[in-house]
């Protein structure tokens, strides 16, 4: 594909000439990526030549239109209700730890922060089940995000060795006698006390007829690869109820984003200004909702909409056919075009409720429900694939959307700013503490949140994928019916318990495991 670069030369003089020529010259050398072979341009650079346009003109016309009543407003604001279940993190017997530990259990766990929280939580249980001691797990460095952030830098390791103190020993790091035993050390070459054939979701017997002769042998035993390596099914209660109590009760983020997600918190509820130490002259000034129902409350959008996901969902956002070309060249570059999505048409895959919303999507579904341009709206998330222009129409519909950038100023953020995994860490913590929670599409930040708030009996809105796919496919369809239909097929996705199916997490699905009769 060429670039065709169109001049409107309207002065024909030699000195216009020359300037023209000398502007042509110089772009390459200011902008590159213009002139790269197509084999190197940048997607993101192609897409952002095309702004995506409304896909759902006339329903956002209605929506940006909306009235909500005060009890519509009444209703959604309302706590969820006391439900039959309650939090049982606690072993049904007391926690006791061996006389003796057979030895070191060591962990290398890669991914984002919520799948390495998943993998700590594994971790525990599987050192409580070789009666071992565990190191305290080694954080990867992501490939994708390159945060460096260890787990002390994440966590508060005294509360988390503290709160386990009774049921498993944990250890800062190797005593000497083992300090040999490092990433680097198992890098180099094959290691008699490495373990890298844990199989996914490896049962308790595994461990113990695998891993235990390891231990026992040479004292400590390195398991890498190690995320999503214990079952979820057929253990003993005891030992799942541990792994919740990791989940929900040891793992405390350190003090510094424990303290900024609190400034943003208070920001969020009280925006005049008078919420911190800290000037709030970042907030937008927001309408008098004094005697609204939502005043003082916050809903958190967690928008997962980043290119990975754009590209691998083979999915049509409306940015032309700059997107779809950039997408299918990313698509290519990271994949090889293996894609299961890209056999099928848009149609099929919205139909089936296979594309992730996109910001206007999501907003169109939070104003059919009901909140309106008063709600103070937080947006968790990284990156939005097309920037500020792809979140411009749910802006319209929600104009008091802050994030991290709009509530604290670059001094408070110093310490988290290029750290993907801190980042994500101020935005779990004040996901845990907002009125109501919705996460745009699945993936471990939408899993462990969840399982988080359904373990807190918090109100959290799981959007019905298949449902919306099928009814922004109708173009026609009215603001009314779609308004309907959206709130008829939420009334059971608000926070409602759901017990966890045979192969299911444990950490999105608490219940029964780890929560018992109210």
Request: charged letters at 20%; a positive charge; proline letters at 5%.
């Amino acid at each position: 594909m060429g670039l065709k670069l169109h001049y409107h030369n309207h002065y024909h003089s030699p000195r216009g000439g020359a300037l023209g020529a000398l502007l042509l010259l110089l772009l390459p050398i200011f902008l590159p990526s213009l002139f790269s072979p197509l084999g190197h341009a940048s997607p993101s650079m192609l897409s952002e030549w095309n702004v995506p346009k409304s896909r759902h003109q006339r329903l956002l016309k209605s929506a940006v239109q909306r009235q909500t009543s005060e009890r519509e407003l009444s209703d959604l604001w309302t706590p969820l209700a006391n439900q039959s279940l309650k939090p049982c993190a606690e072993s049904s017997t007391a926690p006791s730890l061996p006389e003796k530990s057979e030895g070191f259990i060591q962990v290398f766990l890669d991914g984002g922060l919520n799948q390495q929280r998943m993998g700590i939580c594994d971790a525990v249980a599987v050192a409580k089940i070789l009666n071992a001691t565990l190191v305290i797990p080694y954080l990867e460095v992501n490939p994708v995000w390159r945060d460096s952030s260890s787990f002390m830098d994440i966590f508060d390791v005294d509360h988390f060795i503290n709160v386990l103190k009774d049921d498993i020993s944990i250890v800062k790091e190797l005593p000497s006698d083992f300090s040999w035993s490092t990433r680097e050390y198992y890098a180099t070459a094959i290691r008699a006390t490495r373990v890298k054939t844990a199989p996914v979701h490896a049962s308790a017997n595994w461990y113990l007829e695998n891993v235990f002769p390891v231990v026992q042998s040479y004292g400590i035993a390195a398991i890498a690869p190690f995320s999503h390596r214990l079952t979820f099914d057929n253990l003993p209660m005891d030992i799942q109820r541990l792994r919740c109590k990791v989940n929900f009760q040891a793992l405390v983020f350190v003090p510094h984003i424990r303290a900024l997600g609190d400034a943003l918190i208070s920001r969020l509820r009280n925006p005049s200004g008078k919420s911190g130490a800290v000037a709030t002259n970042y907030l937008q000034e927001m309408p008098d909702v004094k005697d609204k129902q939502g005043a003082g409350k916050f809903v958190v959008l967690h928008l997962r909409f980043d290119k990975d996901m754009a590209a691998h969902s083979a999915c049509d956002f409306g940015g032309g056919k700059a997107e779809k070309l950039a997408l299918a060249k990313y698509r290519q570059v990271i994949w090889q075009g293996r894609v299961l999505n890209s056999q099928f048409t848009d149609e099929e895959l919205r139909s089936q409720g296979r594309c992730p919303l996109t910001p206007e999507e999501i907003g169109l579904l939070l104003a059919a429900l009901g909140f309106d341009n008063s709600t103070r709206l937080y947006l968790a998330s990284h990156k939005v694939y097309g920037g500020e222009a792809r979140i411009s129409n749910l802006r319209r519909l929600f104009p008091l959307m802050e994030d991290k950038k709009s509530l604290a100023s670059s001094e408070e953020r110093a310490q988290i700013k290029g750290k993907a995994s801190l980042l994500a860490a101020v935005d779990y913590y004040v996901s845990m503490h907002s009125n109501i929670f919705v996460s745009a599409s699945p993936g471990n930040m939408h899993n462990a949140l969840v399982g988080h708030r359904t373990y807190e009996n918090l109100k959290t809105i799981r959007p019905s994928m298949s449902l919306l796919g099928q009814l922004f496919l109708n173009k026609s369809i009215s603001w009314s019916d779609f308004q309907q239909s959206v709130v008829e097929g939420h009334q059971n996705r608000q926070g409602q318990i759901r017990l966890r199916k045979p192969k299911q997490s444990i950490y999105t699905y608490p219940a029964p495991d780890c929560m018992c009769q109210a």
